[in-house]
């Protein structure tokens, strides 16, 4: 009976840290019972069939050891996976980091009670509790902060860090295996292993933190770019704009003038044609008025008067009511964006163009814009892809206003023409 409560205790205790420590790592795509019973299920199953392995007696305790770590590690990896919210290489790297921790917290002690308690199996037992308690608590003062920065300045790519977790795992896990095959009756020399690589694997985190807080200001650097130009454009539409006012202003007294000459004169024939040949021009020069909101007239006006001016097909419809739940920054962040992308894509298109429509219908505004692209454009989870350095910012930050206020964004390419589509309550 005492050797089953000394598997229990030693299981139990394992893979109730284990769980915890998961529970806290876990960013559950369910609600939040979820995650507290789905951790402390697979702690029960776990413990009761770890202990039923080994009451059956193995005759080579190493491997059954490294057997029931990998089963386990992989029912665990299984669970996290299911229950965690986000791109497959985010939650692989996060488990990683786990991992890593694990093997070298588990190895470590295992080690340091068989120089400092070899005949103790309950102290051995204690010791590793100990440290895993440790790290429960280290990750419930901490684990969200890393979290919340690694999200901010990853910004999606997380591939290159899952694969760089996988590195740093490998040498860990051989250790335990290299413990198993040579150092099993030697674990002084183990926990000197042990210990260098627990401090290579500390500096190795700390230096891909700082990596990742660089890019972090590089890609602030890049949005805040971004958004400059994204204001420029606004100040040049806006600038555009008063400066036709203005000189149509100031035209208008010599218009006044004129018709007032023809008039004393009493020719009216002369008045009516002069008086045509003015609404003609004004209607060659009009300032173009697509919509009721200020923000989205002024960015499509200049876009309109770009396509003029290199001789694109442009075609705008819009209906955009001035009066909406986002600001006239968010706004902009949108439309100037897009805009902005298909333009671009436009200057390399065999046939560019751009045809703009904009409605709203039962609280939902409806953007659906069409541009000229060239070759085949590479998608990845639903976003165009671009070789363009720093490129592809735009799009995140319109999905980030849209999400927001819970709207959609669409692309799809046919044929030589790129389509954008954007849902958004107002």
């Given at each position: 009976m005492s050797v089953f409560w000394l598997e229990f205790g030693r299981y139990f205790s394992l893979f109730a840290c284990q769980s915890m420590i998961f529970y806290i790592m876990t960013d559950c795509r369910f609600p939040r019972r979820v995650n507290r019973w789905a951790w402390a299920l697979l702690c029960g199953v776990s413990t009761f069939l770890s202990i039923g392995v080994t009451l059956l007696g193995w005759d080579n305790i190493g491997w059954m050891y490294i057997g029931l770590s990998t089963a386990t590690m992989i029912a665990y990896i299984a669970c996290?996976?299911?229950?965690?919210?986000?791109?497959?290489?985010?939650?692989?790297?996060?488990?990683?980091?786990?991992?890593?921790?694990y093997y070298l917290v588990q190895q470590m002690t295992y080690a340091a009670?068989?120089?400092?308690?070899?005949?103790?199996?309950?102290?051995?037992?204690?010791?590793r509790t100990a440290f895993f308690c440790l790290v429960v608590l280290l990750m419930r003062w901490?684990?969200?902060?890393?979290?919340?920065?690694?999200?901010?300045n990853i910004a999606g790519d997380w591939g290159i860090f899952a694969s760089f977790g996988l590195a740093v795992n490998v040498p860990v896990y051989a250790a335990m295996v290299a413990w198993v095959?040579?150092?099993?009756?030697?674990?002084?020399?183990?926990?000197?292993?042990?210990?260098?690589?627990?401090?290579l694997v500390v500096v190795e985190?700390?230096?891909?933190?700082?990596?990742v807080i660089l890019m972090g200001q590089q890609q602030n650097a890049r949005a805040e770019e971004a958004r400059r130009k994204l204001l420029e454009n606004q100040m040049e539409a806006e600038r555009t704009y008063?400066?036709?006012?203005?000189?149509?202003?100031?035209?208008?007294?010599?218009?006044?003038?004129?018709?007032?000459?023809?008039?004393?004169?009493?020719?009216?024939?002369?008045?009516?044609?002069?008086?045509?040949?003015?609404?003609?021009?004004?209607?060659?020069?009009?300032?173009a008025v697509y919509c009721e909101n200020t923000v989205a007239n002024a960015l499509l006006r200049l876009y309109q008067n770009r396509c003029q001016m290199e001789g694109v097909p442009c075609e705008i419809q819009a209906v955009i009511p001035e009066q909406m739940a986002l600001s006239g920054l968010e706004l902009s962040t949108i439309l100037g964006n897009v805009l902005e992308n298909a333009w671009e894509a436009n200057s390399r298109a065999r046939a560019p163009k751009l045809t703009?429509?904009?409605?709203?219908?039962?609280?939902?505004?409806?953007?659906?814009?069409?541009?000229?692209?060239?070759?085949?454009?590479?998608?990845?989870?639903?976003?165009?892809?671009?070789k363009k350095k720093g490129g592809g910012l735009g799009l995140k930050n319109v999905v980030q206003v849209l999400e927001k206020y819970g709207g959609m964004l669409q692309c799809t390419q046919r044929g030589d023409i790129f389509c954008t589509q954007i849902i958004l309550p107002i």
């Open positions: 996290y996976v299911y229950l965690s919210r986000g791109p497959w290489q985010k939650k692989l790297f996060f488990f990683s980091i786990y991992a890593t921790i009670s068989l120089i400092l308690f070899p005949s103790s199996p309950w102290a051995s037992l204690t010791l901490r684990w969200r902060q890393v979290m919340d920065v690694l999200e901010a095959v040579l150092l099993q009756d030697n674990p002084v020399p183990w926990l000197a292993v042990l210990a260098t690589e627990m401090t985190y700390a230096a891909l933190m700082r990596i008063v400066e036709q006012a203005r000189a149509h202003r100031h035209d208008m007294r010599h218009y006044i003038t004129a018709l007032g000459g023809y008039l004393e004169q009493g020719n009216l024939d002369g008045a009516r044609k002069y008086l045509a040949e003015h609404q003609a021009r004004l209607d060659r020069e009009r300032l703009v429509r904009a409605y709203h219908n039962n609280g939902m505004l409806l953007i659906e814009m069409e541009n000229g692209v060239s070759g085949e454009v590479q998608f990845f989870e639903g976003m165009p892809q671009t």
